[in-house]
């Protein structure tokens, strides 16, 4: 995501060089504005399919979809939402192997 820190928690380390973030809709949450290991992002789709709401949100270019309770029903295009992207379920990928 470009040159975008994000701070790891105490105990885990990065490989040097390009990596790759993955994680589960289902592990995005939304948090309040600058917690730590997350982003300020631009909604671009919200989808409530009943049980839950598809959240599609833009971070410089990278559209990431978050499975977020009806609660977040009431979001709209263009608000900005901060998601945790960092937590215990989060995958670190270098050269399409996962890495920690």
């Given at each position: 995501m470009g040159d975008t820190t994000l701070a790891l928690s105490a105990g885990r380390s990065?490989?040097?060089?390009?990596i790759k973030l993955g994680i589960r809709p289902e592990y995005l949450t939304l948090v309040p504005a600058q917690t730590d290991g997350a982003?300020?992002?631009?909604?671009?789709?919200v989808q409530d399919v009943g049980t839950?709401?598809?959240?599609?949100a833009d971070f410089e270019g990278t559209t990431l979809k978050a499975r977020l309770s009806?609660?977040?029903a009431q979001?709209?295009?263009g608000d900005t939402v901060w998601?945790?992207?960092l937590g215990e379920h989060t995958c670190i990928y270098k050269n399409e192997e996962i890495v920690e």
């Open positions: 990065l490989p040097a060089g390009d982003l300020a992002m631009t909604v671009s789709r839950h709401v598809m959240l599609s009806t609660d977040a979001l709209t295009v998601l945790k992207v």
